[in-house]
């Protein structure tokens, strides 16, 4: 028999249908069996009658045990309906079951509240969980949504390499790759400056990409490997046409979130992010002032959340703008404003960096001149020069750090709680002290 998804049982009343999936729960009631079944659709209470053939499977079966249910999909009783619940007023009459395959015992039940390290360790059984099927449901929704509005506005995708011959970041913290007999590659700390040069091609890009970052310290927002999307446009008079990109883009991306996963906001208990009219523009110096401490060249963890709680009262926004960083403490390719403040800006989410961008150098003499500055050699980049040496617009873009980003939106506790596979200092699936990993 065809396979019935379980959120479409509804339309079988009546009729006998096979479904397929895991098992939930089973709950033993006198002589009958009680399930919930679980497949990619949702769930549905099974019940196993004492006069059933599917008895004796049924005595076998325990939780997780994959399976193939034949039954009839009854109305329930009026007294057990479940109002607003998935298949809350219907129940499966269990005739026959066929095991697809057994599990074992498991460490835990699976939506157990567990410490986060346990979670990691458990990884293939605990994505299982509600909680982790919340989380990367909206993940995968966040990452579609953002590339649906960028591609609404004539943006191009292309695929950034993660093995490169430098560190677009400088500074930031590089991981060796020990294959290229004579030359040392790195993993990509960014797709920066391939998407510069995408711009020389296509005008507007972006790019989902891995990013890989050797961070020395284990803290709540930095993975190793973390997923950004970064965007690149050209023909921009400042980096004000880049924010409003990006602030439309995340505009979009948070309204589909909502429209699209209301019940997980509810079931996390967390209110959809606000977006108020328009997200507000602090200069860096403007945010030390307001928050009456002494300005310094960035912006500490305490000053991000203490803004965003700014921005929030007086502006209805979960999101600000930080603008004017010092260009000493940007990326060799940011445009200065004028001497010493730069065309670079974050955006701040929920207390968090969650974005990063800027206005570009797009001249070629500037652009080397610039790199000298910095202590490097331009050799090194000649590669990387030739988009500015054939001619590129005036441009700028940004990126978003979706682990962050997911982070904030369920207002999780830990960035490594929104990657499916977290990896930091001391874990690569499992803790790297770990016996067997
Ligand atoms: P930046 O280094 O600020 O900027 O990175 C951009 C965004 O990526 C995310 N991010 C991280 N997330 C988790 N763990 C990490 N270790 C980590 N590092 C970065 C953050 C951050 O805001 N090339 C520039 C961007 C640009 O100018 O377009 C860049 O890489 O959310």
Redo the contacts with the bound molecule.
């Keep these: 028999m065809e396979r019935v998804l379980i959120r479409d049982l509804k339309a079988h009343v009546g009729k006998e249908v096979t479904i397929a999936g895991w098992v939930d729960v089973r709950r033993d009631q006198g002589k009958m069996v009680f399930f919930d079944f679980r497949d990619r659709s949702g769930m549905v209470q099974g019940v196993v009658l004492p006069k059933s053939e599917a008895v004796d499977a049924a005595k076998e079966t325990r939780h997780e045990y994959v399976v193939s249910v034949t039954g009839k999909v009854n109305v329930r009783p009026q007294k057990n309906v479940q109002a607003g619940k998935l298949n809350g007023d219907i129940e499966l009459e269990v005739l026959r079951i066929e095991i697809l395959s057994r599990a074992q015992e498991l460490p835990f039940e699976k939506d157990t509240d567990i410490n986060i390290d346990t979670r990691f360790d458990y990884r293939p059984f605990t994505l299982r969980s509600q909680r982790d099927h919340d989380i990367f449901k909206v993940q995968a929704t966040v990452v579609d949504a953002y590339r649906q509005s960028l591609i609404a506005q004539d943006f191009t995708e292309f695929q950034a390499p993660s093995l490169v011959g430098g560190d677009?970041?400088g500074g930031?913290a590089v991981f060796k790759v020990d294959y290229f007999n004579d030359r040392t590659a790195y993993l990509a700390?960014?797709p920066?400056l391939y998407?510069q040069i995408m711009v020389g091609a296509f005008e507007r890009a972006f790019t989902v990409a891995r990013?890989f970052?050797a961070?020395k310290s284990a803290t709540t927002?930095?993975?190793?490997e973390?997923t950004?999307v970064?965007f690149?446009m050209g023909f921009i008079s400042d980096e004000r046409e880049v924010m409003a990109t990006l602030e439309r883009t995340i505009r979009d991306v948070v309204e589909t979130v909502a429209k699209k996963h209301a019940d997980v906001f509810e079931r996390m208990g967390v209110p959809v992010p606000a977006l108020g009219d328009k997200f507000p523009v602090l200069t860096l110096r403007e945010a030390h002032e307001k928050l009456g401490v002494t300005p310094e060249d960035d912006m500490t963890p305490e000053h991000e959340r203490n803004i965003c709680e700014w921005a929030l009262k007086e502006h209805g926004s979960d999101f600000v703008f930080i603008t004017r960083f010092p260009t000493n403490a940007r990326?060799f390719y940011?445009m200065a404003e004028d001497g010493t403040l730069s065309r670079?800006f974050?955006l701040l989410f929920r207390g968090l960096?969650?974005?990063?961008?800027?206005q570009r150098i797009h001249n070629y003499d500037e652009m080397v001149a610039r790199i000298k500055e910095r202590g490097m050699d331009p050799d090194k980049f000649q590669f990387y020069l030739q988009a500015f040496k054939y001619g590129i617009p005036p441009h700028g873009?940004?990126?978003?750090?979706i682990?962050?980003?997911t982070m904030k939106m369920l207002n999780l506790g830990n960035?490594k709680e929104a990657s499916a596979f977290p990896r930091d200092m001391n874990r690569i699936d499992l803790l790297l002290s770990q016996e067997g990993a």
């Design positions: 677009a970041e930031a700390t960014s920066q998407k990013i970052r961070e927002r930095h993975l190793s973390a950004c970064d690149e990326a940011t670079g974050d960096e969650i974005n990063s961008g800027a873009g940004c990126s978003t750090g682990e962050r980003f960035a």
